[in-house]
């Protein structure tokens, strides 16, 4: 059965019920070919990318999925593979995908807000047919809406840099092929955002979504950027993707002191002592600098999450040799 791309895009709640019922009414024997991924499937499998990165699982590790994605593809029908390889096919990171594919996560890239309608009205559905939470577990959260986190720390140079990275690569060439070079730099800028979102996502939940240097929780309002996720070693500075996406190499922090600690103002030894640069030290004599970088605020030592994992010492390094200002 093909689908045309409307097919995605207007999907409304009875055509989510009705599908969801043709899921369930699938029986599937091992060694037969899996039946064609209905609209619904498609759009949940967009939206894992906020949760997982398909080029991390193969057929070894599949079993190490999210135990929501593993509950998902039990009331799909589907062995877990076919869920992230269907993910690869949408972003064009396997050069056998369809065109429309793309072309669906390009678009719903560009307009979160009409994919974030699309999911909950597919979750709905599902509720409505009484799958629970056990069956179609809410992947994404609803609490947090459909902004995707750590955004700020992406700008053109950073875009700039990622699409050179990937200017050699085959899926690059095939996509540039397809699509054209607009297309195709959009769709670089969009697999660059979601992993970026998921680092964020990752690193505010080690440190139990509160600020590592002064302990501000923003619970009731995270959508609201009062508390973001910062990269210990740069970004732009960062070898490849394994160190940008790399939850080891970030820190929990207000906008405050995550714009201290990106500025030099504020680093951290390798045994998580915060320390303040010298020209901030000389101005604690002020008393507004004194409320916000003072004792009574800033902690002696960086606060950990529950689990006690802190950034990795050789981005810690990084940051005191490269980022810290030593001057007086």
């Known amino acids: 059965m093909g689908y045309e791309l409307r097919d995605y895009l207007e999907i409304d709640a ?8 043709a899921i369930l009414a699938r029986d599937v024997p091992i060694g037969r070919r899996q039946e064609a991924f209905r609209p619904i499937e498609v759009v949940l499998c967009f939206g894992l990318f906020r949760i997982v990165d398909p080029r991390r699982f193969g057929g070894s590790n599949l079993h190490l999925l999210p135990p929501a994605v593993l509950a998902l593809a039990r ?35 560009s307009n ?3 994919f974030w309608s699309l999911y909950l009205t597919i979750l709905e559905a599902a509720r409505q047919l009484g799958l629970g939470p ?14 995707l986190l750590g955004q700020e720390e992406l700008g ?22 397809r699509l054209g070079d607009p297309k195709t730099e959009r769709i670089v800028e969009q697999r660059v955002r979601l992993g970026q979102h998921r680092f964020a996502v990752a690193v505010l939940e080690r440190f139990d979504r509160h600020c590592g240097f002064c302990g501000f929780a923003p619970r009731g309002f995270d959508s609201c950027g009062m508390l ?17 996406l790399d939850p080891r190499n ?11 600690f990106d500025s030099g103002l504020l680093t951290v030894n390798g045994g998580y002592r915060i320390h ?53």
């Open 14 to 21: 009875e055509t989510a019920r009705q599908q969801w019922r």
């Open 75 to 109: 009331t799909l029908r589907r062995p877990p593979g076919s869920l992230t390889n269907k993910m690869l096919n949408l972003s064009f990171e396997r050069v056998h995908g369809g065109r429309t594919e793309p072309e669906l996560f390009l678009q719903l890239s």
């Open 228 to 244: 973001v996720a910062s990269h210990v070693k740069p970004w732009a500075k960062c070898t490849d993707d394994r160190e940008r």
């Open 134 to 147: 056990e069956q179609v577990p809410d992947l994404l959260g609803t609490a947090m809406g459909a902004t």
């Open 250 to 260: 970030g820190i929990a922090a207000c906008p405050t002191h995550d714009r201290a």
């Open 276 to 328: 303040r640069a010298p020209r901030l030290e000389a101005r604690l004599a002020d008393r507004v600098t004194e409320s916000f970088f003072g004792a009574g605020t800033l902690a002696g030592s960086l606060l950990l999450g529950e689990r006690g994992e802190g950034p990795a010492r050789r981005y810690l390094e990084y940051h005191r040799t490269h980022v810290f200002d030593r001057a007086g």
């Open 112 to 114: 979160p807000q009409q």
């Open 156 to 177: 053109v140079q950073e875009f700039g840099q990622a699409l050179a990275e990937r200017r050699d690569e085959v899926e690059t060439r095939e996509l540039r092929q």
